[in-house]
């Protein structure tokens, strides 16, 4: 069975560029996860989907972020326009619901020069 | 909100030794703790849980203890091997792991010295 997958990898940009991630979460999980990982810290929650809803977003720098589940399967978060602080690893994961283990993809890698 | 304290940051042990990671949590309302690998590359791992009505689960060379009275739980791994070298997080949450998300420690960098 194939994981979370995410799309891209990596990704450089400038400073006030706009930038776009996608994830394919496991088939049949209802529940979407995306965080952001500061290096060397922990994982921190941006926002969570249950199917199409986003139904947590406390996290979610509104001015610049935002994020779309569509038919509540493939979601999709974006940053407009980017700042130096944004570089980090998004992660994305997936679970059946929201008290089942969580599954996380590969995550990608943003550098905002 | 959930606050998670994890130390040490950075453990090397000769492979065959054990290690154990540590962390407090600050919301007594926490009921879920697992806890993940991440590879170099990677996005992080569920490793082992534990939930709040039990206080240790084992598997194989890896458990957990927690301990809800003090706010602490610990990952113990024996018998290292070189493919236990990685970085580990552990993390809290109070709605079995969904509702609220996970809030994760900052990581321990476990080193396994062959």
């Known amino acids: 069975e194939a994981g979370v997958v995410q799309s891209p990898r990596y990704k450089i940009i400038e400073k006030k560029q706009p930038v776009a991630f996608w994830c394919n979460p496991i088939?049949?999980?209802?529940?979407l996860y995306w965080y952001r990982q500061n290096l060397g810290q922990g994982p921190e929650l941006l926002i969570r989907?249950?199917?199409?809803?986003?139904?947590?977003d406390s996290q979610l720098p509104k001015d610049r972020f935002s994020a779309e589940r569509l038919k509540g399967v493939d979601s999709t978060l974006k940053i407009q326009p980017a700042e130096l602080g944004d570089s980090a690893v998004y992660l994305c994961?997936?679970?059946?619901?929201?008290?089942?283990?969580?599954?996380f993809g590969p995550g990608t890698r943003l550098t905002v020069l | 909100g959930e606050n998670v304290e994890q130390h040490p940051s950075t453990l090397s042990v000769q492979e065959g030794v054990s290690a154990v990671i540590k962390c407090t949590y600050s919301?007594?309302?926490?009921?879920?703790f697992p806890w993940y690998k991440q590879e170099l590359g990677k996005g992080p791992q569920l490793i082992i849980d534990?939930?709040?009505?039990?206080g240790e689960k084992k598997d194989q060379r890896i458990a957990v203890t927690l301990n809800k009275t003090a706010k602490h739980f610990s990952l113990h791994i024996t018998e290292t091997q070189p493919e236990d070298s990685a970085v580990y997080f552990c993390?809290?949450?109070?709605?079995?792991?969904?509702?609220?998300?996970?809030?994760f420690g900052k990581g321990t960098h476990l080193i396994i010295q062959p």
């Open positions: 919301d007594s309302a926490s009921n879920y």
């Open positions: 088939s049949g999980h209802n529940t």
């Open positions: 993390a809290a949450s109070s709605s079995g792991g969904g509702a609220d998300g996970l809030t």
């Open positions: 989907y249950e199917n199409e809803e986003a139904v947590d």
């Open positions: 994961a997936s679970s059946l619901g929201q008290r089942d283990e969580q599954f």
């Open positions: 534990i939930r709040s009505n039990v």
